[in-house]
């Protein structure tokens, strides 16, 4: 049973990812990367470095691509998977945003097969890797097709599918819903990824027990809170599942700090950790005035010092 980190654009970056290993994640994705971004950009294009790197603390990762014209998918997973840096090759077809999913790109995969399948065949027949594919359930509620598509990717030789549980209409409203998850598990025999909406333990130990899946992919959940990994792998071995601490989180978000600072410009890294604070400050005595405090704050070194002084005022 494997419990993975989903993608999560903006977010899920390699200081992130090394996190969430830390408490035993098995795998991750990188965000998503555009096809056509890759095999147009300079080599050096530091927006597109950014998203490509890999820290050497991460054990597994896989490389997930976004794009409509099957030519570019080839070519950017024939170069990707053969650098050495991942463990496979994703196909976003999930993605719901409108500039991406009108475009036909992400989740607008699921409402043209004949594409969708032209692409998958593509990528299989280049990457040196495995190829995996990240779907929703369908483009709405009209066109429930997850387990047609389900069925075509897996005779186009992917090797893995993970499934969100929502149709991209429903963007990220309502609820993920795993009887359909279920229902692609039961149509496939590669092994079957479930996502969507597991944010404790429980929900996992409920969720993988239902449907009956190989593994799932955590997303929301695991935003300000790595610890969600080692809690469902405590949770399916039976141990007891126990809390971080105030010390454990503070700490934690002073290392992910250090680390997007060592990497990015510091007014980058300021700005960019105000939303991970805010996330590890979640159900904390007074969060929702830290956080205010935090995003006035303009210096890395006042917001250092303001975590340390929670974690000391805790504990005195
Ligand atoms: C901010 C954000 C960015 C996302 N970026 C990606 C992405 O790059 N690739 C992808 O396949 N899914 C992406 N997703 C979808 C997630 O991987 C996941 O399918 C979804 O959030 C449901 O899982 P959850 O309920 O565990 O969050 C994104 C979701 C969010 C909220």
């Known amino acids: 049973m494997e419990i993975r980190l989903a993608p999560l654009a903006g977010i899920t970056d390699w200081p992130f990812r090394v996190l969430c290993f830390e408490q035993g994640c098995d795998c991750a994705t990188t965000e998503m990367v555009s096809a056509l971004g890759y095999v147009y950009a300079p080599k050096n294009h530091p927006a597109t470095q950014s998203l490509l ?14 794009g409509k014209e099957p030519d570019y998918m080839a ?9 050495g840096d991942y463990d496979g ?12 999913a009108s475009s036909g790109e992400g989740s607008g995969l699921m409402r043209d097969p004949a594409l969708a399948e ?3 065949r593509a990528v299989v027949k280049a990457s040196a890797l495995p190829v995996s594919v990240k779907m929703r359930l369908g483009w709405d509620a009209a066109h429930i097709n997850a387990v047609e598509m389900a069925r075509l990717a897996e005779d186009c030789g992917v090797r893995e599918i993970a499934v969100h549980g929502r149709t991209r209409m429903q963007m990220y409203a309502g609820e993920a819903d795993w009887d359909m998850i279920a229902k692609v598990k039961q149509a496939v025999r590669v092994p079957v990824y ?3 909406d597991i944010f404790t333990a429980q929900d996992a130990l409920e969720r993988i027990k239902n449907s009956g899946v190989d593994g799932v992919l955590i997303g929301r959940g695991a935003q300000g809170n790595p610890w969600l990994f080692r809690q469902i792998k405590d949770a399916l071995a039976g141990r007891e599942i126990t809390q971080p601490t105030l010390r454990e989180k503070m700490e934690t978000a002073l290392r992910h700090y250090d680390m997007l600072l060592n990497w990015k410009p510091a007014h980058v890294a300021v700005s960019e950790m105000r939303k991970h604070i805010g996330w590890y400050l979640r159900g904390e005595r007074g969060a929702t005035q830290l956080r205010d405090r935090i995003n006035r704050m303009e210096r890395a070194e006042e917001v250092q010092d303001l975590l340390r002084r929670l974690m000391e005022e805790n504990e005195a």
């Open 53 to 66: 790197r890999r820290d050497p603390r991460e054990p597994r990762l896989i490389l997930q691509l976004f």
């Open 75 to 83: 070519r950017a997973a024939e170069e990707l998977s053969r650098c």
């Open 89 to 100: 090759i994703d196909i976003n077809m999930g993605c719901p945003a409108h500039k991406v």
């Open 118 to 120: 032209r692409i998958i």
């Open 194 to 196: 479930g996502n969507g």
